[in-house]
């Protein structure tokens, strides 16, 4: 019987309150004979029910004694007797003491196999569970083993509150139900770090009276035995180790994220002495008398069948111990990565860390240790300062606004105080849900920025009335200087980023046909990155503004720091963002060009359906876009007016439009290879972009001839494809 | 073949032999009433009968399967799957409380 504990908030509709005349009290009668009569009075296809019983809920039904649907028939399917963890210490199957090292090492690497296979998405109940000896860990007397059960609990247990806390999960990234099952709550964390702790000493004197010593002769199995030991040793390290992250991770001093990731490293180091002691567990056995499938020992796959709920039954496939330490390592690099985001101190580099690190598609646990760690109890950012001020400093690296300035006279203004504090207020929420948003799955994220779009759509209206209102203000007080646009300029290029976001993640995620390419990149091009470039530009001249009327306003004071000033102009502090953005919208543009001139050439499929529409569909793609104001939306009548070619006098022709395609490769080859330091992006980019300047070249040059379909290979870049032509 | 869905009461199928609305008077008096179904592989499942057909399928609602066992059913905790169809050639038994047997004609007694 799995231990239950008494209040389990996670238990939804479990049998609680259950009427007792359900169980046995009652006066059973048999009328198997006359039901089984009386129904065959009905008509074929005739269903009896009540009249507030349909179809539409009988369909909703399990049918049982169907393995699809039924998960409490496979206990009846195998052979051997399926016990608790208690019923098998009763009746001897299973040792809680006395096991040799080759099982003390099978049963944890199988039981790391079962974490990780929880971590990637299934149910407790189907993995760790299946370890009998986690169900009750004081039953267990071999103290490796009773302080790896407890040790594992705790991870999962921690884990867990990581992952709920976070909230950047779903169905399909995690599940984070516990049936009931105690997680090692009757023992502090530190007593089971201590626990590993002690045995991790009494195991590294058993390493060390098994070692080789010099001038004697090594005896095989004590050879063996010392090998096992350091296998074992090295195994209660890592849980302590991992344990000691995690509960690192818990603590709300930022120092202690730069605690857990030394002890990622250590326990990183670990792993070659993992993998090559994996060969040292016992594997699984295969009872022929009984013809069941093979049994890890310690193990009983269908213990909590019964737990499961109603659905279909979801078979957890364990993940194979030779992919282990491979997981470990990517796990433990992705940890690593998360702790280096308290190095980043602005709200627009964490931004940008955030959307990387999402780009590699992390496991849902990495993703929630990165939003705690950002939002500590979400309150205050890493626990230090609150998004307001992070939201202000933003604004003042972006676009200088003179009402954040400490030089400028509404600095002091109550009224213009009150603007301002309260417009960032408002902006604290939409910008701790974007992050949040960037915490989900990728093909979740997508749909989540799409909706994210109306409360900035608010925004943009609240800056712009705050900004007339700062300008109006500052015209009184100081009327060289303007306030026109700046917060506006800063929401709008947010605006502008999540759009473009939500565009480029429909070619990651295979959302697009190539038909659809087209409108997909026009509207990146011509429209998004060209709003891009002039947001930015806007914000840079609103930046040299303020910077020119500070050193006026020093001027007499020091001829050096004006001299100093002169020099630091060189690299403006968003040029690097301009020139991607001019990169990108060449990329795009080269693409949309591409995909007209190949549509000219009849190479592109197109749907050929009586009630096809591509407004229908343009429509769709651009939809969360209607509640943008600025931009405002480019409507599918409006979008072909402006694509139209035959504004041109000549119309171009499939050749003209590879030329202008390949220049743009050109361009953003160009643009690429001189940045001063180039990052994997860019380097992602030009793997694209010189292919594309040779196609172009090529299709131009007249390689019509060929009846074969290009083709599109997203595999050096997931936004930009390499044409490939046969 | 057309699925008729018996809205109307009996009285709607008048032109049937009494017989035959007899013995649906009978199944419809046990609708949502509690029902024990024993299947063929020896598991027993109590539920409010909602549904069958002339195959004996039975649909039973808030279901609950309690494993086979030597003498009662007071052992084991039962799996509560809510609702849960029982094909009519697993069907081994079906069983309904005495009480609501009460008032109606032809079921029940001791076979």
């Not at chain 1, 390419?517 to 091009?525: A, D, E, G, P, T």
């Not at chain 2, 013995?23 to 179904?37: D, G, H, P, T, Y």
Request: with cysteine.
């Amino acid at each position: 019987m799995v231990m239950k504990s008494s209040v389990e908030d996670d238990d939804v509709g479990w049998g609680l309150g259950v009427p007792e005349k359900m169980r046995n009290n009652a006066n059973w009668v048999d009328i198997t004979h006359d039901f089984k009569e009386a129904c065959k009075e009905l008509s074929l296809g005739e269903l009896l029910h009540d009249k507030l019983f349909g179809l539409f809920e009988a369909m909703s039904a399990i049918e049982m004694m169907d393995p699809k649907m039924d998960a409490g028939m496979i206990g009846n399917q195998v052979n051997r007797k399926v016990l608790s963890f208690e019923q098998a210490v009763k009746d001897g199957s299973i040792r809680v003491r006395d096991l040799s090292l080759p099982e003390l090492i099978g049963i944890m690497d199988t039981c790391f196999c079962c974490l990780i296979t929880w971590l990637e998405g299934h149910s407790l109940a189907q993995t760790v569970f299946t370890c009998l000896y986690v169900h009750n860990p004081d039953l267990i007397e071999d103290p490796a083993l009773k302080a790896f059960a407890l040790g594992i609990l705790k991870v999962c247990d921690i884990a867990r509150e990581k992952v709920n806390k976070a909230a950047v999960f779903e169905e399909e990234d995690f599940q984070a139900m516990t049936y009931g099952f105690k997680m090692a709550n009757n023992v502090t964390d530190l007593r089971v770090t201590g626990m590993l702790k002690d045995v991790e000493e009494e195991l590294q004197r058993r390493v060390k009276s098994t070692r080789s010593r010099q001038g004697e002769q090594r005896n095989p199995g004590v050879e063996l035995e010392h090998q096992q030991w350091i296998a074992l040793f090295s195994r209660i390290k890592f849980t302590r180790l991992l344990l000691t992250a995690l509960i690192a991770f818990t603590k709300k001093e930022t120092s202690s994220v730069s605690e857990a990731q030394k002890l990622m490293q250590q326990a990183a180091d670990l792993l070659p002495a993992l993998h090559s002691s994996i060969e040292h567990g016992i594997q699984y056995q295969n009872d022929t008398t009984k013809g069941d499938q093979p049994i890890m020992m310690g193990f009983e796959p269908l213990v909590n069948q019964r737990l499961l709920p109603p659905t279909f039954p979801r078979y957890a496939k364990i993940l194979k111990r030779e992919e282990m330490v491979n997981y470990f390592s990517k796990l433990i690099d992705r940890i690593k990565t998360v702790c280096e985001v308290i190095n980043t101190t602005n709200l627009h580099g964490i931004l940008d860390f955030f959307c990387e690190f999402s780009e590699q598609s992390p496991c849902v646990l990495s993703r929630s240790l990165l939003q705690t760690t950002f939002l500590i109890d979400n309150k205050k950012v890493f626990g230090t300062q609150p998004m307001q001020d992070m939201i202000k400093d933003a604004l003042r690296y972006f676009v200088s606004p003179p009402v954040l300035s400490s030089k400028c006279c509404l600095h002091n203004n109550h009224q213009a105080k009150d603007y301002i504090d309260s417009f960032v207020t408002h902006c604290s929420r939409p910008f701790c849900s974007l992050i949040q948003i960037h915490g989900h799955n990728r093909a979740r994220q997508r749909d989540k920025l799409g909706h994210i779009l109306e409360e900035f759509a608010t925004l943009q209206d609240e800056a712009e009335k705050v900004d007339a209102a700062l300008h109006s203000l500052l015209m009184k007080l100081e009327p060289q200087r303007q306030h026109l646009a700046c917060l506006g300029t800063w929401i709008l290029y947010h605006n502008l980023r999540i759009m473009i976001q939500y565009l480029l993640s429909g070619f990651e995620l295979e959302l697009y046909s190539m038909h659809e390419y087209y409108y997909i990149y026009w509207y990146l091009s011509e429209f998004l990155y060209a709003w891009l470039m002039s947001t930015l530009s806007r914000a840079d001249s609103s930046q040299v503004a303020e910077e020119r009327l500070l050193e006026e306003q020093q001027k007499g004071r020091s001829s050096k720091k004006t001299k100093k000033k002169k020099k630091g102009q060189g690299a403006r502090p968003l040029s690097r963002e301009i020139t991607m953005s001019q990169a990108y919208q060449n990329m795009c543009a080269g693409m949309y060009k591409t995909m007209i001139a190949l549509d000219m050439d009849r190479k592109v499929r197109k749907p050929q359906f009586e009630l096809d529409s591509e407004q229908v569909r343009y429509e769709h793609r651009f939809a969360p876009f209607n509640s943008v104001v600025t931009p405002p939306p480019v409507h599918y009548i409006q979008f072909k007016e402006m694509s139209d070619l035959k504004k041109y006098s000549p119309p171009p022709k499939s050749a003209d439009l590879y030329m202008a395609a390949s220049k743009h490769f050109q361009q953003a080859k160009l643009i690429l290879e001189n940045v001063p330091t180039p990052d994997p992006e860019v380097n992602r980019i030009l793997k694209v972009a010189k292919p594309n300047i040779v196609v172009m070249k090529l299709l131009a040059g007249g390689h019509k001839e060929t009846k074969v379909l290009p083709e599109f290979d997203f595999s050096a870049h997931k936004y930009f494809p390499v044409v490939r032509i046969i | 073949q057309n699925m008729l869905i018996n809205t109307d009461g009996p009285s709607g199928r008048g032109e049937l032999s009494s017989y035959s609305s007899r013995a649906r008077q009978k199944l419809e008096s046990l609708l949502n009433k509690n029902m024990r179904i024993r299947m063929t592989d020896g598991r027993t499942l109590v539920g409010l009968f909602l549904c069958t057909d002339r195959d004996c399928n039975v649909i039973l609602g808030s279901a609950q399967e309690f494993l086979k066992s030597s003498d009662s059913f007071s052992q084991g905790e039962p799996r509560v799957l809510g609702l849960a169809m029982i094909p009519g050639h697993h069907v081994v038994s079906i069983e309904v409380e005495s009480d609501s047997l009460v008032g109606t004609q032809g079921f029940g007694s001791s076979h």
